[in-house]
């Protein structure tokens, strides 16, 4: 069975790339284009691995992660940040959001599926 994935990003080109990296490596993908409809998608696909970006245009990725993380979602969730924020201390306050694993942005497409795999590992 193919693992399923939960992307929630606003940025056309980027889902268009994530969504493209990932179905080639056979994953099931459902997107979201912003975070009330990426929460509600959560709670009702209940994907394995959800990647959320941080700059949403309804609310943050932080409130997201935070959300997401009081659901009703199994707690073997992987919620990985994937984001442009690459200032000292942002990987700590996703974290603290709730995420498992943080990702900067620009991707390196080359190594992407590998350290999201990673974090989804480690999680389990």
Do not use: H, W
């Not at 979201?32 to 941080?54: C, M, R, S, T």
């Not at 942002?90 to 974090?119: H, L, Q, S, V, W």
């Amino acid at each position: 069975m193919k693992t399923s994935i939960l992307i929630i990003e606003d940025n056309e080109q980027n889902m268009y790339m994530l969504s493209y990296l990932l179905k080639k490596e056979d994953y099931e993908v459902t997107k979201a284009f912003n975070g009330k409809d990426g929460l509600e998608l959560a709670i009702n696909i209940q994907p394995e691995i959800i990647l959320v970006d941080i700059q949403l245009p309804d609310m943050d990725g932080y409130e997201i992660c935070a959300k997401l993380r009081q659901a009703n979602l199994p707690k073997t969730t992987t919620i990985i940040a994937v984001t442009s924020y690459a200032m000292e201390g942002d990987r700590e306050k996703a974290i603290k959001a709730g995420a498992d694993g943080y990702m900067e942005k620009p991707i390196n497409t080359e190594t992407f599926i590998a350290e999201m795999e990673n974090i989804y590992k480690l999680n389990q």
